[in-house]
Nanobody
Framework: QVQLVESGGGLVQAGGSLRLSCAASGRSFSGYRMAWFRQAPGKEREFVAAISWGGGTKNYADSVKDRFTISRDNAKNTVYLQLNSLKPEDTAVYYC????????????????WGQGTQVTVSS
């Protein structure tokens, strides 16, 4: 069983920070792009950030650029998302996903997904 398990979500005041983790198991994700998506109630799932296997290429949605930072530790099979300067509109379930090929923003090309972790930002 391939598994991606997110953790680190919670309740934080506007302007605060959280660090999300995504632990992968069940198969090798060597060569895979890893990404974070989020989904707020009543809205479609949207791209947040992505990182290449080697970590040299990072992509961010305009709404989170300069506030969020994606990173990975391949030795630990873990991807991270540092969320800073959080806003109420960042409230959503955050999902980790893995892509073997395709463009970073194309949600349909991500074959593996975690169950999500809730991030709630109060005003």
């Amino acid at each position: 069983q391939v598994q991606l398990v997110e953790s680190g979500g919670g309740l934080v005041q506007a302007g605060g920070s959280l660090r999300l983790s995504c632990a992968a198991s069940g198969r090798s994700f060597s060569g895979y792009r890893m990404a974070w998506f989020r989904q707020a109630p009543g809205k479609e799932r949207e791209f947040v950030a992505a990182i290449s296997w080697g970590g040299g290429t990072k992509n961010y949605a305009d709404s989170v650029k300069d506030r969020f930072t994606i990173s990975r530790d391949n030795a630990k099979n873990t991807v991270y998302l540092q969320l800073n300067s959080l806003k109420p509109e960042d409230t959503a379930v955050y999902y980790c996903a893995a892509q073997g090929s395709g463009t970073y923003y194309e949600i349909r090309r991500y074959a593996y997904w975690g169950q999500g972790t809730q991030v709630t930002v109060s005003s």
